[in-house]
T-cell receptor
Framework: EAQVTQNPRYLITVTGKKLTVTCSQN?????MSWYRQDPGLGLRQIYY???????DKGDVPEGYKVSRKEKRNFPLILESPSPNQTSLYFC????????????FGPGTRLTVT | QKEVEQNSGPLSVPEGAIASLNCTYS??????FFWYRQYSGKSPELIMS??SNGDKEDGRFTAQLNKASQYVSLLIRDSQPSDSATYLC??????????WGAGTKLIIKP
């Protein structure tokens, strides 16, 4: 089954404790992206990647890191989480050629206390 | 700043009626347009894409695009309670990113 997976689905952590949210897709998509979604603000892009070893900042990159060492994986790293990073996070992927439709993972609800 | 605007709603529509959702965008060079549906706490799922002016129909859904006026709309015929969700409009400008609207909450009343 073609899908985007994320782990963990739910995470409660404390300020300053480094964490990683994994994202993997099995559709051989070139493009992958991370979003956060907050009430009233819609989807805001954090980082995106157009291929292996190619990443770029989205609209709200502060406090986040990403890497793209393999085509299928695009982990999101929070080196020192803060309460304002409490949010619902989505990973998405897209086949760049001919279409920019994005396919989303199930989401990760992160709470930072 | 490239923007996509949607009325946040909620838009309340009786069951069986037509729901009309609208979206305007600022980048005149935009090429691709998408409607996603998002149930509360779930991930967005693609329901329609449209690339050229005019109407595109898929079952009970019709997407309408008017590039001259820079708007795209989604019509849902014979609305069902299961259509109650937030509908997100996304626009692809000249680069590889999608610009997202904040979404319109649709409520179908039985």
């Amino acid at each position: 089954e073609a899908q985007v997976t994320q782990n963990p689905r739910y995470l409660i952590t404390v300020t300053g404790k480094k964490l990683t949210v994994t994202c993997s897709q099995n559709m051989n998509h070139e493009y992958m992206s991370w979003y956060r979604q907050d009430p009233g603000l819609g989807l805001r892009q954090i980082y995106y990647s157009m291929n292996v070893e190619v990443t770029d900042k989205g609209d709200v990159p502060e406090g986040y890191k990403v890497s793209r060492k393999e085509k299928r994986n695009f982990p999101l790293i929070l080196e020192s989480p803060s309460p304002n990073q409490t949010s619902l996070y989505f990973c998405a992927s897209s086949p760049l050629r001919g279409s920019y439709e994005q396919y989303f993972g199930p989401g990760t609800r992160l709470t930072v206390t | 700043q490239k923007e996509v605007e949607q009325n946040s709603g909620p838009l309340s529509v009786p069951e069986g009626a037509i729901a009309s959702l609208n979206c305007t965008y600022s980048d005149r060079g935009s090429q691709s347009f998408f409607w996603y549906r998002q149930y509360s706490g779930k991930s967005p799922e693609l329901i329609m894409s449209i690339y050229s002016n005019g109407d595109k129909e898929d079952g009970r859904f019709t997407a309408q695009l008017n590039k001259a006026s820079q708007y795209v709309s989604l019509l849902i015929r014979d609305s069902q309670p299961s259509d109650s969700a937030t509908y997100l409009c996304a626009v692809n400008p000249s680069n590889y990113q999608l610009i997202w609207g904040a979404g319109t909450k649709l409520i179908i009343k039985p």
